[in-house]
C-alpha cells in the first residue's frame, strides 16, 4: 500500500452565525449552515462528534431522528437487553469507564453510557433530536450537500458523516395476516413497557440475538411462550459475572488496569468472531472449538428432540452467533414450547402453522431483526450524488463497496461510519475510532489545500474492491455451509461485505493509506 504523509497543521477555522468562510468553504461565496452535518446520534454520531472537536472541526451538527441519543441503545429496551462482547471492549478507547455492573453490561448501562459521552464531552447543544433525515442531495456548482428533514426543513453543510447504522429499520415478519392480530402486537426494537406479560400466552417469532436476551427473561413469568423458529441459532458460552465493587476500584485506581482488561477482552473478541470468520481457512480448528462448546451447552437441553431442533445444520459464523447461559436450558420450562412448523398465517387470535396448527396467544412479539442490508436501510433515505445518481441504485447495479468502508466514487464529501467493507465485526468502538482517523485526515487535507470537494478516485475504489473480494476465498462465508443459515450478513448479491482483515490491519491502514487516493478539487 503507499503511505502519504499528512498535511501540515493549519490553524482552525472559526466563523459566527451562518458560514461565511473564504476558498475553503465556499467558491460562490454562499451561505452553508455548517461545515459539517452528521446524521445519526447513535455511538457512531456521538464518536464523530467528539473526533470533530478534537480535530478543530467546531462547525457541524448531528440530526438524529430520535428523541434521545443512544441510537440502538436508546430505541432497544427489550427484557433482558445486554450487549453481546464484553464491555471492556464495548466503549470507546479515549473514555474507559471502570464502573461496568458486569462483564457483559446490561443496556441500560450503554444508553447512561452514551448519555455521559454527550454530556463530558459538550455535545448536548450541537444535537438536534426529533429530527428525521429524509433525503440528501449533492449540488456540484457549488459542492455543498442539502440534508432534507421530515416536515419541510433542511441543513445545508460542505460535508456529510453517515452515522446511522444498521439496526435502525425494525423489520415486521412478511406473514399473512401480520395486521389482523387483535391481541398486544410488538417488535423486541420497540418494546412496549406498559404490557403486562404475567399470566398471558405469547408467542415470539425469531431466534435470534434479540431472542436470545428476551426468551429467558420473560419465560418466568409468562403462562405460556411459544417459540417460533425459522433457523437455530449457534448459541456459545457467555463468560459473563457481576463486577465486585473491589474489581470496579482496581479499575479505576490501578494504573494500567483498565488497559489491561481492555487489551484481553479485545483479544478474545479477535479471537471469537475475526479470526474464525475472516481467517476460517487459515485457522479451521477456531470454528470447530467453537461449534463443540455450542453442543456442549446444548446437551444442557433434556428433551433430545427439542435439542436436535436447536442445533444448527450450518457453519458457525454463517449467522451472527450469540453468547448465553440461560437460553438453551429455558426450553427445559414446562411453560416453553418450540415449535419449528412453518407458519401460514396470523390470525385474529394467534398463529397458524402449515400444519393447520393454531397457536391462541394474548402477545405476539417480533424479534425479527431489521432490515440491515436490504433496500431501504442504507441508507434509510435517499441520497443523490453528483449528476442526482441514487446511492442505492448504485449499489444495486454495482455491487455494495466502499473505498476503506468510508468513501463511494461519484459521492463526493460523504462519509460514511458503517460502510461496506468498512466493518470487520470486532468492537463497533473500534470501527467509529478507525473510520473517523480515515475521515479527519481526508478533511484535514481538504482545508490545508483549500478543497472544497473530496471524492475518492473510481481507480482507488476498485483497488481497494478487487482486494477484499481476493480475500473471501479464506472467510467462512464463502467456505462453510452457509445456505440454510437465512443470514442477514449476506447481500442480494450473495456477498457478505464484511471487511476481511484484521482489526490492527483496519486501524493501521486508517492512519495511512494514500491521501492521493482521494481527489482534492477546489
Known sequence: MRLAREPPPTTPLTCTGRLQYSKYMNTLDIAIDHEVVVIGAGFSGIGAAIKLDQAGFHDYVVLEEGDGVGGAWHWNTYPGIAVDIPSFSYQFSFEKRSDWSRVYAPGKELKAYAEHCVDKYGLRERIRLNTKVVGASFDERTNVWRIETAGGGSVTARFVIGATGVFSQPKPPAIAGYESFAGTNMHTARWNHDVDLRGKRVAIIGTGASAIQVIPAIAPVVDRLTVFQRTPIWCLPKPDAPLSRRMRMLLRWVPGAK???RILSQAFVEATFV?????????PSLGARGEGASRKLLREVKDPAVREKLTPQYTLGCKRPSFSNEYLPAFNRENVLLETTPIEAITPSGVRTVDGTEHAIDVLICATGFKVLESGNMPAFVVRGAGGVNLEEWWDANRFQAY??????GFPNLFLILGPYGFNGQSYFGLIETQMRHILRCLKRARAQDA?????????????FEEVLSRRHNQVFFRGSCATANSYYFDKHGDAPFRPSLTLEAAWRS????????????
Open 452 to 464: 472544497t470537494r473530496v471524492e475518492i478516485t473510481p481507480e482507488a475504489n476498485r483497488r481497494y
Open 404 to 409: 476503506e468502508g468510508a468513501s463511494v466514487p
Open 259 to 261: 488497559l489491561v482488561t
Open 275 to 283: 479470526l474464525g470468520a475472516h481467517f476460517a481457512g487459515t485457522f
Open 511 to 522: 492512519a495511512r493509506f494514500d491521501l492521493d487516493d482521494y481527489a482534492f478539487a477546489a
